[in-house]
């Protein structure tokens, strides 16, 4: 068994010259952005003249934008003009690890009311002290009514955790025995040899099953199961029950570091992705949705203590990599090759707030009058902002409603022929253009009667693009972007979604002009759905055919 090193470390850090630590010391505040981060602090549980307010629902910000209710995020603006001063720092790191999931909601198990039921992090602190029983379940799943369902936030390393705690049983007790109910079992890696050798231990017990229920049974515990390998009913009497209780990211239900920015204190959206704050696992690791701010540990992902290491020295490089590019005036958070900033033609601007609502990096904050305040080094150009925009005021310099405006006008429109119908597809450059591009590489032939304009994002996507499209004459428009929801993908974090819930009004448009709705789609292409893509096209090519060409066309 591995001897802890944490201490080691502990007294590493605490001898290091270069590293302040603070104890006892909350985040009252993060203003500003990469590069000029100010920092507020206050001591543990005081209070300060502002306190982040919880999140604000949709509901509630069309109150606020009425001016029907009082704005939260006002205190916090006060409370920044009238503390101006902080620590300054160039990039934050948001390591603030994980807590156990909640078990007591499962009756039939007893935790909080038999007493030697406990989870997993409380089995620990006993081993610790010296204290583990000699006849010990470990208990993977609720069971019951669960079926075939894990405990909330259980994961590979949860597993690990029983197989070492059963092991704890066995090294304390000469007679021990370990008995590990599970539904799924995951040892990825090198792992899976740790696990061949539990299983080589005559004194620990796996089954796959199903547990009803624990009781009291004189002064030990009674686990009653359906084993559902060997199709028999188990009872198991033991010393101790453990529950694997799951990792819950402290960003859930918690704003952590109280961003005294537009959007609110915390990340955005984090419930919608079980609180974890990566902005994109696959693609941006240790980045969140908030340029400058990097996660590290349990608020990323589930993680073994050799995957927190290599976390942390991630996430410590990204931070003084947003460092040096502040430093040198360059991108923080660069598209590939790409040094643009958004640029805005405030005369115009309406005060109607969507860029600043529907910016998914927080890159805008917005005065007393409800104008946009752009912080350039949070943007990470997408074009989310350029979208949303009915006036359309935003732009970037190689990215403009324009310069896609004048792709669609230079498109051949045939005459009102019906073997001749034109469709346009805007194309996500993340996803789906890749996917597009590896199609045409496997010879997969594509519908003759579509053109294809890439953009940055479906949540670019300006409606005066559609309308322009249609007006022209074309017959269909059909957007391909990146998969959102349960099997978020979006590179933008929510560019798809945004994008197919304007889709919706357009249809409202539509139908007011005499068109079809249908005759504007929208598509979630991953980027391996390379050969699904020209049955997607020619799918809508038909749906197209059989509404019959635009009666616009010629006009």
Same mark, same amino acid.
């Given at each position: 068994?591995?001897?802890?090193?944490?201490?080691?470390?502990?007294?590493?850090?605490?001898?290091?010259?270069?590293?302040?630590?603070?104890?006892?010391?909350?985040?009252?505040?993060?203003?500003?952005?990469?590069?000029?981060?100010? &920092?507020? $602090? =206050?001591? *543990?549980?005081?209070?300060? @003249?502002?306190? !982040?307010?919880? /999140?604000?629902?949709?509901?509630? #910000?069309?109150?606020?934008?009425?001016?029907?209710?009082?704005?939260?995020?006002?205190?916090?603006?006060?409370?920044?003009?009238?503390?101006?001063?902080?620590?300054?720092?160039?990039?934050?790191?948001?390591?603030?690890?994980?807590?156990?999931?909640?078990?007591?909601?499962?009756?039939?198990?007893?935790?909080?009311?038999?007493?030697?039921?406990?989870?997993?992090?409380?089995?620990?602190?006993?081993?610790?002290?010296?204290?583990?029983?000699?006849?010990?379940?470990?208990?993977?799943?609720?069971?019951?009514?669960?079926?075939?369902?894990?405990?909330?936030?259980?994961?590979?390393?949860?597993?690990? &955790?029983? $197989? =070492?705690? *059963?092991?704890?049983?066995? @090294?304390?007790? !000469?007679?021990? /025995?370990?008995?590990?109910?599970? #539904?799924?079992?995951?040892?990825?890696?090198?792992?899976?040899?740790?696990?061949?050798?539990?299983?080589?231990?005559?004194?620990?017990?796996?089954?796959?099953?199903?547990?009803?229920?624990?009781?009291?049974?004189?002064?030990?515990?009674?686990?009653?199961?359906?084993?559902?390998?060997?199709?028999?009913?188990?009872?198991?009497?033991?010393?101790?029950?453990?529950?694997?209780?799951?990792?819950?990211?402290?960003?859930?239900?918690?704003?952590?570091?109280?961003?005294?920015?537009?959007?609110?204190?915390?990340?955005?959206?984090?419930?919608?992705?079980?609180?974890?704050?990566?902005?994109?696992?696959?693609?941006?690791?240790?980045?969140?949705?908030?340029?400058?701010?990097?996660?590290?540990?349990?608020?990323?992902?589930?993680?073994?203590?050799?995957?927190?290491?290599?976390?942390?020295?991630?996430?410590?490089?990204?931070?003084?990599?947003?460092?040096?590019?502040?430093?040198?005036?360059?991108?923080?958070?660069?598209?590939?090759?790409?040094?643009?900033?958004?640029?805005?033609?405030?005369?115009?601007?309406?005060?109607?707030?969507?860029?600043?609502?529907?910016?998914?990096?927080?890159?805008?904050?917005?005065?007393?009058?409800?104008?946009?305040?752009?912080?350039?080094?949070?943007?990470?150009?997408?074009?989310?902002?350029?979208?949303?925009?009915?006036?359309?005021?935003?732009?970037?310099?190689?990215?403009?409603?324009?310069?896609?405006?004048?792709?669609?006008?230079?498109?051949?429109?045939?005459?009102?022929?019906?073997?001749?119908?034109?469709?346009?597809?805007?194309?996500?450059?993340?996803?789906?253009?890749?996917?597009?591009?590896?199609?045409?590489?496997?010879?997969?032939?594509?519908?003759?009667?579509?053109?294809?304009?890439?953009?940055?994002?479906?949540?670019?996507?300006?409606?005066?693009?559609?309308?322009?499209?249609?007006?022209?004459?074309?017959?269909?428009?059909?957007?391909?972007?990146?998969?959102?929801?349960?099997?978020?993908?979006?590179?933008?974090?929510?560019?798809?979604?945004?994008?197919?819930?304007?889709?919706?009004?357009?249809?409202?448009?539509?139908?007011?002009?005499?068109?079809?709705?249908?005759?504007?789609?929208?598509?979630?292409?991953?980027?391996?759905?390379?050969?699904?893509?020209?049955?997607?096209?020619?799918?809508?090519?038909?749906?197209?055919?059989?509404?019959?060409?635009?009666?616009?066309?010629?006009?």
């Amino acid at each position: 068994m591995e001897t802890p090193s944490i201490g080691d470390l502990i007294s590493a850090v605490e001898g290091e010259s270069n590293i302040t630590i603070k104890v006892s010391t909350e985040v009252a505040r993060i203003s500003g952005s990469p590069g000029n981060f100010t &920092v507020t $602090l =206050k001591e *543990a549980g005081s209070k300060t @003249e502002w306190d !982040a307010p919880d /999140k604000v629902t949709v509901d509630e #910000q069309e109150l606020i934008d009425k001016g029907e209710k009082e704005d939260p995020n006002d205190g916090l603006q006060k409370y920044t003009e009238d503390n101006p001063d902080g620590e300054k720092y160039g990039a934050v790191v948001l390591a603030t690890g994980w807590i156990p999931a909640d078990v007591s909601q499962y009756e039939h198990l007893g935790h909080g009311k038999l007493k030697n039921v406990v989870t997993n992090a409380e089995f620990e602190k006993l081993a610790k002290e010296g204290k583990v029983p000699g006849n010990v379940a470990f208990i993977q799943s609720p069971g019951a009514a669960e079926n075939d369902n894990d405990f909330p936030y259980c994961n590979s390393v949860t597993s690990m &955790v029983a $197989l =070492k705690q *059963a092991k704890y049983v066995r @090294e304390d007790n !000469a007679d021990g /025995k370990a008995f590990i109910i599970y #539904q799924h079992m995951r040892t990825p890696g090198n792992t899976e040899l740790f696990y061949k050798g539990i299983q080589d231990d005559d004194g620990i017990f796996l089954t796959k099953g199903t547990v009803s229920g624990v009781e009291e049974n004189g002064t030990g515990l009674t686990v009653k199961a359906d084993d559902t390998l060997l199709g028999e009913s188990l009872e198991l009497n033991v010393d101790m029950v453990v529950l694997a209780a799951g990792m819950v990211p402290t960003t859930l239900d918690n704003p952590t570091i109280n961003l005294a920015y537009r959007q609110g204190p915390e990340f955005m959206d984090l419930d919608l992705f079980d609180g974890y704050a990566d902005s994109h696992f696959i693609c941006f690791p240790y980045e969140t949705r908030r340029t400058g701010v990097y996660a590290s540990g349990g608020v990323r992902k589930a993680e073994t203590m050799e995957e927190t290491i290599d976390d942390a020295t991630g996430a410590a490089l990204k931070a003084i990599q947003c460092i040096e590019s502040a430093n040198r005036g360059v991108a923080v958070h660069p598209r590939s090759g790409d040094q643009t900033f958004p640029e805005f033609f405030f005369s115009r601007c309406t005060q109607c707030k969507r860029c600043t609502e529907e910016c998914p990096f927080g890159a805008l904050d917005d005065d007393a009058k409800g104008t946009p305040l752009p912080n350039p080094t949070r943007c990470r150009r997408c074009g989310t902002c350029m979208g949303a925009c009915p006036e359309r005021i935003i732009g970037f310099k190689d990215y403009s409603i324009d310069l896609i405006g004048s792709m669609v006008k230079c498109i051949e429109v045939p005459d009102d022929d019906e073997d001749k119908l034109r469709i346009l597809a805007f194309v996500c450059e993340n996803d789906a253009y890749p996917a597009l591009d590896m199609s045409g590489m496997h010879r997969n032939k594509m519908n003759k009667l579509v053109r294809f304009i890439p953009v940055r994002c479906l949540g670019s996507m300006n409606m005066v693009w559609i309308k322009d499209a249609l007006s022209s004459g074309m017959d269909g428009a059909i957007l391909l972007g990146c998969k959102y929801g349960d099997d978020y993908q979006c590179h933008f974090v929510k560019g798809s979604e945004i994008a197919s819930r304007r889709m919706e009004n357009i249809g409202e448009t539509l139908s007011t002009l005499g068109l079809e709705p249908e005759r504007v789609a929208v598509r979630q292409i991953a980027i391996s759905d390379y050969n699904k893509i020209p049955d997607i096209m020619n799918e809508f090519v038909e749906e197209i055919i059989e509404m019959g060409p635009n009666p616009f066309k010629g006009f």
